[in-house]
């Protein structure tokens, strides 16, 4: 098992940055493929952007393409997202989660199901 806690939500201006982490505790971080979610009032969760064990393939959500940025850090055992140019529609509950894909350090997973550990989520606010 992996637990996961996320940081770095806050109240930012329409146009501004914000990064958010998220710290990986327990099994050996590197076996699983990561991911943001988020979740905006009165909506579902949504995927937003997806990382490889290896780091080296993502995936973005249409609407984030060009504005954020997923990494992950192995050593440190985080992942993070950067998020520019916000808008008030990027408003929402952001969690981070895991899924074990030993087999394939590449692959990335881009649907809900397909995760198997969340973390408690951060909350990001975009005010216009």
């Known amino acids: 098992q992996v637990q996961l806690v996320e940081s770095g939500g806050g109240l930012v201006q329409a146009g501004g940055s914000l990064r958010l982490s998220c710290a990986a505790r327990g099994r050996t971080f590197s076996r699983y493929a990561m991911g943001w979610s988020g979740q905006a009032p009165g909506k579902e969760r949504e995927f937003v952007a997806a990382i490889s064990r290896s780091g080296v393939s993502t995936d973005y959500a249409e609407f984030v393409k060009g504005r954020f940025t997923i990494s992950r850090d192995n050593a440190k055992n985080t992942v993070s997202l950067q998020m520019n140019s916000l808008k008030p529609e990027d408003t929402a509950v952001y969690y981070c989660?895991?899924?074990?894909?030993?087999?394939?350090?590449?692959?990335?997973?881009?649907?809900?199901?397909?995760?198997?550990?969340w973390g408690q989520g951060t909350q990001v606010t975009v005010s216009s």
């Open positions: 989660a895991a899924v074990d894909l030993p087999w394939d350090p590449n692959r990335v997973r881009t649907k809900e199901r397909e995760y198997d550990y």
